[in-house]
């Protein structure tokens, strides 16, 4: 029988025991999987590791057990990709995290950009814990092993400072010397940068920005796409 996993924090293992005191996992675990005193469980660390459990004791308020046996997860032989997404309209942020997670983004920066309806002081300590909490739940659904990097929500200007082996802006066809994103030769290891606008774009003055940091115009062969669907469509294509 498959084990259910779960993501354990930082802190809250040994290498002989664990103690999970997140209540939304706690939650997860007690009522609606409705595991009991014995029960098996896998757990992972989001860096690489995963244990195999078995709870000793449970309430309301946590899970603890042993830790039986622990292994060096098998890593995805593909890029690195950090999606530098423009903040987008309420509501959108948490299924762009969801979806780019659940694909094998790597990480994630946030930025205002010109054409972002919300601003970097929306982007609270509150929001951007809820936002991790979101990425968690999406690695433990599509049984990755590498928890997501977050950076921001940072400017423009702080954005264009990003280091990688291939850094990409998604534009328009149009846009001189664009290429097409599947034209990208990308290997294991590299690190990939892709700035994806908000629902107006990004303007003028950012696309020259961002070319003249080094960024390469690239362009996806199909209709003009949503903000929250061009970032899952090219980590698709990417990371295929």
Do not use: C
């Amino acid at each position: 029988m498959k084990l259910h996993r779960f993501y354990i924090e930082e802190g809250s293992f040994t290498p002989r025991n664990f103690h999970i005191q997140n209540i939304d996992i706690v939650s997860h675990i007690r009522l609606v999987l409705r595991l009991k005193k014995g029960d098996e469980i896998i757990l992972f660390d989001g860096q690489g590791m995963e244990y195999r459990g078995k709870i000793g004791y449970l309430d309301k308020k946590q899970v603890a057990g042993l830790i039986e046996s622990s292994w060096e997860a098998e890593l995805p032989n593909k890029p690195r990709l950090i999606l530098a997404q423009a903040l987008p309209r309420a509501g959108k942020i948490d299924e762009i995290i969801r979806m780019n997670t659940e694909a094998g983004v790597a990480g994630f920066i946030l930025f205002e950009g010109e054409y972002s309806v919300p601003k970097k002081d929306d982007y609270t300590d509150t929001k951007m814990k809820r936002i991790r909490k979101i990425a968690q739940e999406a690695l433990r659904q599509s049984e990755g092993v590498l928890m997501p990097e977050f950076k921001g929500p940072l400017s423009f200007d702080e954005l264009l400072k990003a280091e990688a082996d291939h850094k990409l802006v998604l534009h328009s066809r149009d846009v001189k010397e664009s290429v097409n994103i599947k034209e990208l030769k990308a290997y294991a290891d590299q690190i990939v940068v892709a700035i994806i606008g908000p629902e107006g774009g990004l303007s003028e003055r950012e696309l020259e920005m961002a070319i003249k940091a080094g960024f390469k115009p690239v362009h996806l062969d199909m209709p003009v796409l949503r903000t929250e669907t061009a970032g899952i469509v090219l980590s698709a294509i990417l990371l295929s």
